[in-house]
């Protein structure tokens, strides 16, 4: 029928054009967010781009959901504003009838959300937790270039040394600045090298020198050592295999059934959930004035996706800390939502036909099945 294949056409062109917007803009974020994170020194420059790619994919279904929001409301938006949604509705065409042609533009969107949620989601999250975790737990003298200063993860210690030879675990020219207890140090010494005992990481220093000055009087003090022990990591990174509940796969989340597991499955199922309860949303809150310039409508429904989107993260802390079971949970808000939607469309659907009836006026056969 020419009303669906129209109006899936031109929801399938918004969705395109709203998708590469929101696609281009994240990108930007998460270049800027992971340059600044391999400067900081948190992970390798080589790996910005796979970090970058992973975190893109980790959100991908996120930007499908809002692309598929914005294009149902923008589409029927601007039906409203050019007066084409009235003569929809006079010609016997009730709101509910978008919605056929909304979710079979929508099912391939919703079906990617399910395989991006369940499957993409942990795969992407365990490969960037991955590396990270190669690049912090290789040797701090390790991730120093030659004339390279590194601040220790609290700030209060500057180090600045040379790498010595391909041992990754040894440096020379030593150079430490460190603040700490009111006391300001600068600690030299011709060679270097990185031991672990338990869950601390030291650096020992071999001929050198301590200068240490106390910030409140201005004290003094020159010390020479053979042997220098200087704390640099309080407490050993965690075990790779131990991943958080976002990089576990699916399958692993059923098998071991907790609360913080149930916490990571409420956030997967309710992003599935959430994309078609958003897409029922979008048909009842692109209703607008055609004889207002304004577009409050597109406004109030981003500000709509925000506090769903909100409630989805709530519904994952409150599973995850066990205030809440993973099915009452689902019910309470995805529940709710899709009520909610419903409700919006039959009370559009109502008014406009109680707007569009006049006494005496024959009723109008309905346009197609």
Do not use: C
């Not at 975190?55 to 504003?81: D, E, K, N």
């Not at 369940?118 to 975790?133: C, F, G, K």
């Not at 997967?268 to 310039?293: E, F, K, Q, W, Y």
Request: charged share 20%; hydrophobic share 45%.
């Amino acid at each position: 029928m020419l009303f669906d294949s129209s109006t899936r056409s031109e929801l399938a062109k918004s969705f395109g054009v709203t998708l590469v917007v929101i696609l281009t803009i994240v990108l930007t974020l998460m270049l800027i967010r992971t340059l600044g994170q391999a400067a900081g020194g948190n992970v390798a420059p080589q790996d910005v781009v796979l970090l970058m790619g992973y975190a893109t994919l980790a959100h991908l279904a996120t930007m499908l959901i809002l692309s598929l929001f914005v294009a149902v409301v923008v589409t029927l938006g601007r039906l409203y504003r050019e007066s084409e949604m009235t003569i929809w509705f006079a010609s016997g065409v009730p709101l509910t009838r978008f919605v056929r042609p909304v979710l079979r533009m929508a099912w391939p969107v919703l079906l990617a959300v399910v395989v991006l949620e369940l499957l993409v989601w942990p795969w992407s999250n365990q490969n960037s937790a991955e590396l990270r975790d190669r690049y912090q737990k290789r040797g701090d003298l390790s991730r120093v270039a030659p004339g390279q200063f590194q601040t220790s993860r609290d700030g209060s210690r500057v180090f600045f040394i040379e790498r010595a030879g391909n041992d990754d675990t040894t440096g020379r020219n030593v150079f430490i600045l460190s603040q700490l207890n009111g006391r300001e140090s600068v600690t030299t010494s011709a060679t270097g090298r990185l031991e672990t005992e338990g869950q601390d990481r030291f650096l020992v220093l071999s001929h050198g020198q301590r200068n240490e000055t106390r910030l409140d009087n201005g004290e003094k003090s020159l010390a020479r050592f053979e042997q220098y022990r200087v704390l640099t990591d309080t407490q050993a990174l965690p075990d790779a295999g131990q991943l958080p509940p976002k990089a576990m796969a699916t399958m692993e989340l059923l098998r071991n059934p907790n609360p913080r597991t149930h916490g990571e499955l409420a956030w997967r199922l309710g992003m599935i959930l959430g994309g078609l309860n958003m897409a029922l949303l979008g048909v009842g809150l692109s209703a607008t004035n055609p004889r207002r310039a304004s577009n409050w409508n597109l406004l109030f429904a981003l500000l709509s996706f925000v506090i769903y989107f909100n409630l989805i993260n709530l519904s994952q802390s409150w599973v995850g800390s066990g205030r809440m079971g993973l099915p009452k949970a689902l019910l309470a808000v995805h529940g709710t939502a899709f009520v909610l939607a419903v409700a919006v469309i039959w009370l559009r659907d109502n008014r406009n036909r109680l707007a569009l009836r006049r006494p005496g006026q024959p009723q109008t056969a309905e346009v197609g099945p």
